[in-house]
């Protein structure tokens, strides 16, 4: 018959020893578990005559319940032991410096694109936009560009093979009869974008560029709100102290037709204007602006009666006005870019100066 006396010395042995939580468990098992020695002599108290039944059971259940609160006690001291060791392991330096990533910006073309944005939401314009595969419908015929107009041709059209009507939009202007077809006005909108030219590259030329249009058709729509609002776009990107003119030009869908100047800021000290502009030979001629003191920066006008009709608005009844304004060679005029090339070539030390 199993000596109490003895189970005991060893099961509070056992359990003292177990170093960690696993261990405390093996003894655990051993000791109080269902096939302990234990358990087994609990369970064969039913056949020993009944005067010694109960003593002995009495010291069973004792032994058994004193062992219970042992391995509890001695639990709690290796769980909290445990749980030192992996906080000490897990421990974090937050002393150590951090590793500097240097932190990216927007491409000098899209800053330039979101200002202008920004200035025309801030006039009340939403933002449109449109596929740069495009149907040749809106970015010609419903633009008052016939099939046989020389302007197809002039702007060196990229057609897209093996569709009827497909072509690189040549210019942000076919958003305007997608939004003209779609929506009554009045219409505000503001079109930034990527278009096309089959162009061969050089340092003002790549087939691909971006542009942002303008579209606001309304009732008594004129060429003065037209003005005052090219005026408000160049002082915000070129500066409060400049000027624009308009000189008369020509697009198939506007009528009439304009293109900007907005007066040269660049010229350096010393440099001559106008009708000066080196006369003499003696001074030397600003640059940017060639000497005349302006520089072309956009094509606008008011939005032909043609496109209004083909678009199922009424041109008796509304009018409107439309530019479009080359993203680049805004960034190259105000950021001293002499090369269209450097805005594609992904060289880190031409975009980190932007
Ligand atoms: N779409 C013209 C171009 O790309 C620019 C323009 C837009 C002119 C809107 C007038 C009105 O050259």
Redesign the pocket.
């Known amino acids: 018959m199993t000596d109490i006396d003895d189970l005991r010395a060893q099961a509070l042995a056992a359990i003292e020893r177990a170093g960690d939580l696993e261990e405390l468990d093996e003894a655990r098992v051993r000791f109080v578990g269902r096939r302990s020695e234990l358990v087994a002599a609990q369970r064969s108290l039913k056949d020993l005559p009944a005067e010694q039944r109960k003593e002995r059971g009495r010291q069973l259940n004792e032994l058994r319940g004193e062992l219970e609160r042992v391995v509890e006690q001695r639990h709690e001291v290796l769980a909290a032991a445990a749980l030192q060791a992996r906080l000490e392991e897990e421990r974090l330096d937050l002393t150590l410096p951090p590793r500097r990533l240097p932190p990216g910006r927007p491409h000098l073309l899209t800053q330039v694109e979101q200002e202008i944005v920004d200035v025309f939401v801030g006039l009340g314009y939403r933002v449109a936009e449109g596929p740069e595969a495009e149907a040749g419908a809106y970015n010609f015929d419903l633009l008052n560009i016939p099939p046989d107009h020389p302007a197809r041709a002039e702007?060196d059209t990229i057609y897209v093979s093996g569709y009827d009507d497909v072509v690189l939009r040549?210019?942000?202007?076919p958003v305007?009869t997608r939004v003209l077809t779609t929506q009554a006005p009045p219409v505000a909108v503001v079109v930034p974008g990527r278009?096309y030219r089959a162009d061969t590259v050089d340092a003002t030329h790549s087939p691909v560029f971006t542009?942002v249009?303008g579209l606001l058709v309304d009732t008594g729509i004129t060429m003065a709100h037209l003005r005052g609002t090219l005026l408000e776009l160049s002082r915000s990107l070129f500066g409060a102290d400049r000027e624009i003119r308009l000189r008369p030009s020509f697009?198939p869908?506007?009528e009439p037709?304009a293109e900007v100047d907005v007066s040269c800021g660049f010229c350096e000290a010393g440099t001559v204007h106008g009708a000066q502009a080196g006369v003499d030979g003696q001074a030397p001629v600003c640059r940017v602006c060639s000497g005349t003191g302006w520089i072309e920066i956009?094509?606008?006008?008011m939005v032909d009666p043609n496109v209004l009709e083909f678009c199922g608005v009424d041109s008796r009844a509304h009018s409107g006005f439309?530019?479009?304004i080359g993203i680049e060679r805004v960034a190259m005029l105000r950021n001293g870019v002499a090369d269209i090339r450097d805005f594609y070539d992904a060289d880190v030390r031409f975009l980190a100066r932007f």
Do not use: I, K, N, Y
């Open positions: 702007m040549t210019h942000t202007s305007q278009v542009q249009e697009f869908f506007t037709s956009l094509g606008a006008g439309a530019f479009g």
